[in-house]
């Protein structure tokens, strides 16, 4: 399935991308909650997970590959992926914490 270097590093610039496209959607969903438009915000959590579905996807086949019995070496692009992958997903949990804080903020307002 990933026998070469270069399969490894796809996969793993696949995870980078689709995290980081999570990140980005997770920062522009505080970015919209801080202006008070929680749809927009939701729907940016929603495009979020969207890309995160996709890393999973990538990291997967990494996952079953190994579950199969094939090794292989742990490389910096792959660490670095993975921890593109975590912390895109910390990001996103905070992301859905403040839009729930904003949410709260203008109740408290009256607005």
Do not use: C, P
Request: proline share 0%.
């Amino acid at each position: 399935m990933t026998n070469t270097t270069e399969e490894m590093q796809m996969l793993s610039f696949q995870i980078i991308l689709h995290a980081g496209n999570a990140r980005s959607a997770a920062m522009e969903a505080i970015a919209f909650a801080k202006e008070y438009n929680f749809t927009a915000a939701r729907d940016k959590i929603e495009e979020a997970d969207k890309e995160f579905t996709e890393a999973h996807h990538q990291q997967t086949q990494l996952l079953q590959a190994e579950a199969s019995g094939e090794k292989h070496d742990i490389t910096v692009i792959l660490v670095h992926a993975q921890d593109h992958l975590m912390t895109s997903m910390a990001v996103k949990d905070l992301a859905n914490e403040m839009i729930d804080m904003y949410e709260k903020i203008q109740q408290l307002e009256g607005k």
